[in-house]
Each structure stands twice: as structure tokens, then as C-alpha cells.
């Protein structure tokens, strides 16, 4: 058993997961880095504890909802623990939905969606034998208000929303809380080849003038996850710029 708290990241190898790990670590959790590469988990893990805090890295592809169970169980017998679930890995396979194919539709399903019920399920029983608990799940705005050319993207992020209020009701009164944290629109490898027109479309819609950044959405979850945030669950947190203002 070891002190620091747990806090299980998945998508750490970069963008939005990277930064999330690297602020939790320097609030001095033992983070465990998931995505399915390897390399850029290591690189991040050295960063972490170059800058003298812990973690560990577990290279699984979440679309595989045994395989991450059984990685969220091996880390509870493993460290003992498990207080913090950031699940945070996603996919976009974007399309029109007349043309949209079932393996889209399915892919997206599975990374974004069933790979959240897969972690909980398992993270659920170390959190309550803890009776401390801090899950989660990143949304996007476009599962609030929809978008076009997303109908698998907005169905998955919607579904972690009712996911979220159904764990939140079910694990409170274990001293565990569930909430949706929903970036709007956040600079990083998913955005990056968006035209500059989509971009600047998005910008005139928003109250504050500029894109969001990685660390953004990187402190929402660091108060979210902390020991202050224990009265808030089940809620939607927009992390957008004022973009829907949901
Ligand atoms: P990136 O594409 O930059 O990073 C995605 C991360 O998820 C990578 O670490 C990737 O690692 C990991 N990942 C993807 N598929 C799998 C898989 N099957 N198994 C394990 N890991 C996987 O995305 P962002 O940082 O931009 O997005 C992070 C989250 O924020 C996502 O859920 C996204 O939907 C959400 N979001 C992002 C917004 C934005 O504007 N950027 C807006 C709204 C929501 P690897 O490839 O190494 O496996």
C-alpha cells in the first residue's frame, strides 16, 4: 500500500490526458498513465518524476474493456489503491450520419463510451473499500448540445453524461463522486487539422476569445478530483470558454 493517492489517467500520452496527469502528479498523486503507447507513456512518466512526483505507465487500448478492467483490478492489488478515474481517452471518426459506417459508429462507442462503464466497474471496489472516490468521466459540449457530422461522437459523450448521474447516485453515499467534466474547443492533436474557418467560426461563438488549452481543462479536474470537491457529483462541468454556457 503506498501513500500518495491513485489516480488512474486514461489518453496520458498527450494533449488533454498528458496535462491532466502531469497536474495531478504535481498535486502529489502516484498517477497511473494509460494509453496504448508505450513510448510516449515512458516519456511522460520521466517528466513526472523528473519534476519529483510518481507514477507508473500501462500501456492498454481502452477499446478492449476486458483488458482495462483487468489493468484498473491489477493497479488496485498492485499499489492497494485506487482513488482517482480520469477517464479521459477518445476518438473522433467524424462523418456525415448518412455515411457514416457502423464500424464508425461502433469504434466510437466503444473508445469513448464503454471503455468509461469498463474502468468504473472495476476502479468501483478498491474506491469503496477506500471509502474515498473520484471519478471522472471527459465529455465534450458537442454531447450536450450535439454537432453535425458527429452523430457517434455526440451519442458517446451524451452516454457518459447519464453515465455519470447513474454512478453518482449509485457510489455517494459511499464518499465516491462521479462528474462530467465537457472541454469545448481545446488545442491538441484531435484539433489540430481542423480549417482555420471551423476554428474561427467556434472563437466568434464564444465569450472568451481564444481556443482552450490542455491545462484548462487540467484544473477543472484537479478541483473536481480534490478533497475540497467532495459535495459536488453528478454534474456536467462545461470547461468551454462560455461556447455553450450549458
Ligand atoms: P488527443 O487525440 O490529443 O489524445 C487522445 C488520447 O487518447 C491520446 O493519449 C491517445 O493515446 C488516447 N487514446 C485514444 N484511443 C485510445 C485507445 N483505444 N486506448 C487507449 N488510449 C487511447 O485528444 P484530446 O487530448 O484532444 O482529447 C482528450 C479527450 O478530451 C477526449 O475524450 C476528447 O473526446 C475530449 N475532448 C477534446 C476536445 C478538444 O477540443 N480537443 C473537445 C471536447 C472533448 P494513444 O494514441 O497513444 O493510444
Not at 483488458?67 to 492497494?80: C, H, I, K, S
Not at 457502423?102 to 468501483?124: C, G, M, P, R, Y
Not at 471519478?135 to 450535439?146: A, L, M, Q
Given at each position: 500500500m503506498i501513500d500518495r493517492r491513485v489516480a488512474i489517467v486514461t489518453g496520458a500520452s498527450r494533449g488533454i490526458g498528458r496535462a491532466i496527469a502531469l497536474r495531478l502528479a504535481a498535486d502529489g498523486r502516484h498517477v497511473v498513465l494509460v494509453s496504448r503507447s508505450a513510448g510516449p507513456l515512458s516519456?511522460?512518466?520521466s517528466q513526472i518524476e523528473q519534476a519529483g512526483g510518481a507514477a507508473s505507465a500501462e500501456p492498454v487500448d481502452v477499446a478492449d474493456a476486458a483488458?482495462?478492467?483487468?489493468?484498473?483490478?491489477?493497479?488496485?492489488?498492485?499499489?492497494?489503491r485506487v482513488d482517482v478515474l480520469v477517464n479521459n481517452a477518445g476518438i473522433t471518426k467524424d462523418g456525415l450520419?448518412?455515411?457514416?459506417?457502423?464500424?464508425?459508429?461502433?469504434?466510437?462507442?466503444?473508445?469513448?463510451?464503454?471503455?468509461?462503464?469498463?474502468?468504473?466497474?472495476?476502479?468501483?471496489?478498491?474506491m469503496m473499500k477506500g471509502r474515498w472516490g473520484?471519478?471522472?468521466?471527459?465529455?465534450?459540449?458537442?454531447?450536450?448540445?450535439?454537432?453535425?457530422?458527429q452523430a457517434n461522437y455526440a451519442a458517446a459523450k451524451a452516454g457518459l453524461i447519464g453515465?455519470?448521474?447513474s454512478v453518482a447516485r449509485e457510489?455517494?453515499?459511499?464518499?465516491?463522486?462521479?462528474?462530467c467534466v465537457c472541454p469545448g474547443f481545446v488545442e491538441t492533436d484531435m484539433t489540430a487539422s481542423l480549417p482555420q474557418q471551423v476554428k474561427d467560426g467556434v472563437l466568434n461563438l464564444m465569450a472568451i476569445k481564444?481556443?482552450?488549452?490542455?491545462?484548462?481543462?487540467?484544473a477543472a479536474v484537479a478541483y473536481v478530483t480534490s478533497d475540497a470537491a467532495g459535495f459536488?457529483?453528478?454534474?456536467?462541468?462545461c470547461v468551454d470558454g462560455g461556447l455553450t454556457m450549458c
Open positions: 516519456e511522460v512518466r483488458a482495462l478492467g483487468a489493468m484498473v483490478e491489477r493497479v488496485g492489488d498492485t499499489l492497494g450520419l448518412l455515411r457514416m459506417s457502423t464500424e464508425d459508429w461502433n469504434a466510437v462507442i466503444q473508445t469513448n463510451l464503454t471503455s468509461a462503464f469498463a474502468a468504473i466497474k472495476a476502479a468501483a471496489r478498491p473520484r471519478i471522472v468521466n471527459i465529455g465534450s459540449t458537442s454531447g450536450v448540445v450535439g454537432n453535425a457530422g453515465l455519470t448521474k457510489l455517494g453515499g459511499k464518499g465516491i463522486t462521479c462528474n481564444r481556443l482552450g488549452a490542455p491545462d484548462d481543462i487540467a459536488l457529483t453528478g454534474q456536467t462541468l
